[in-house]
């Protein structure tokens, strides 16, 4: 069956062609899962166990099967068109792609795929980064490492429940406090650590973080 490109308003669709500009400057991601909530404005996919939540707006297009045969009968029934959630549902396999800007993501259109799995293999296979920490939070980790050559980089991971911590104590701590112990009692910044991560459309996901080296205590 034909697919049909929708666009977006804010709870109510209507076909429409791709817009001759890009409304952001930013770079584009892209990220493969499954629809687990729907919004008038708003999505949310868990991709490879990561939950993530995109905005929609008038600029959102969305391809799904019989996308323009519900817009059709929803104008003419004298609505602009049908409903996001009367088109994608919960439960959906779909391949965003979007925008982040400053950690808010915005959906600049929303596929139908037959798997929830990533597009690539790159994307599927697990990577892995070694450097010092320069921040930490509880749901992000940011370090800083060297590449060769001279050349240094700086990576910010997500963290989540999924996010595995290893080191010196970690199962001693997590112990005391009942199996949950957040990630900023176990790393600190200065602590060295080596970090297995998986690349989700650009957005990395931490799954594990192993600390080899605690840093030096201040004098």
């Given amino acids: 069956m034909r697919r049909t490109f929708v666009a977006l308003a804010l709870g109510a669709l ?7 500009t890009p409304a952001f400057a930013q770079p ?5 899962g499954t629809v687990t909530a729907m919004a008038a404005d708003s999505i949310g996919v868990k991709v490879q166990g990561v939950d993530m939540k995109f905005n929609v707006d008038s600029k959102t297009t969305v391809e799904a099967r019989g996308a323009g045969t519900k817009s059709r009968a929803a104008q003419a029934a004298g609505a602009a068109g049908p409903k996001l959630g009367e088109v994608v549902k919960v439960g959906d396999n779909v391949e965003v792609t979007y925008h982040d800007t400053n950690g808010t993501l915005h959906a600049a259109k929303i596929r139908a795929v037959a798997s929830a799995g990533p597009a690539t293999a790159a994307e599927a ?13 509880g749901t992000s980790l940011s370090i800083s490492g060297s590449s060769g050559g001279g050349a240094t980089f700086d990576q910010t991971f997500t963290i989540d429940s999924k996010t595995k911590v290893v080191g010196r104590g970690a199962g001693t701590k997590a112990a005391a406090a009942g199996g949950k112990v957040a990630i900023t009692d176990l790393v600190a910044a200065g602590d060295k650590v080596s970090v297995s991560f998986h690349d989700m ?12 080296a605690k840093a030096a205590p201040s004098k």
């Fill in 28 to 32: 584009t991601k892209t990220a493969r």
């Fill in 201 to 212: 459309g650009g957005t990395l996901h931490a799954s594990e973080v192993r600390v080899t």
């Fill in 14 to 20: 209507v076909v429409a062609g791709w817009p001759a």
């Fill in 125 to 137: 296979a697990p990577k892995s980064s070694n450097g010092t920490v320069k921040s930490v939070s």
